[in-house]
């Protein structure tokens, strides 16, 4: 069983919202790093963006920039990920993961240093 559970996927028209949720089962992310990335058909896993341990540290993929936000809610052990206007391109498998890196209040937009992922859900952006 995945440590992280995203929800939230669907199919949106080009121009629409959709907001995903990263939670976790039976333990806290207080503590956590929480990375999200995704992966579009015969494409590499591509980070998305990242939010820190404390949530003060947030970087997004050029991207996505000015369109999706990432947010954090420890006591509700959730981490939000608000996409709008979303492009056609924007179409994939999303996943969220987390990683504990003790001591140092930062993510990391690339996939190696996340060991605890979820099993990802599908984002469709078409007409």
């Known amino acids: 069983q995945s440590p992280f559970v995203e929800s939230g996927g669907g199919l949106v028209q080009p121009g629409g919202s959709l907001t995903l949720s990263c939670t976790t089962s039976?333990?806290?992310?207080?503590?956590?790093?929480i990375g999200w990335f995704r992966q579009a058909p015969g494409e590499e896993r591509e980070g998305v963006g990242c939010?820190?341990?404390?949530?003060?540290?947030?970087n997004y993929a050029e991207s996505v920039k000015g369109r999706f936000l990432i947010t954090r809610n420890n006591s509700k052990k959730t981490v939000i990920l608000q996409m709008d206007n979303l492009k056609p391109e924007d179409t994939g498998i999303y996943y969220c993961?987390?990683?504990?890196?003790?001591?140092?209040?930062?993510?990391?937009?690339?996939?190696?240093?996340?060991?605890?992922w979820g099993q990802g859900t599908q984002v469709t952006v078409s007409s």
């Open positions: 993961a987390g990683e504990v890196f003790a001591g140092e209040d930062y993510c990391p937009t690339t996939a190696d240093p996340y060991r605890n």
């Open positions: 939010i820190s341990e404390s949530g003060k540290v947030i």
């Open positions: 039976g333990f806290s992310l207080v503590y956590y790093a």
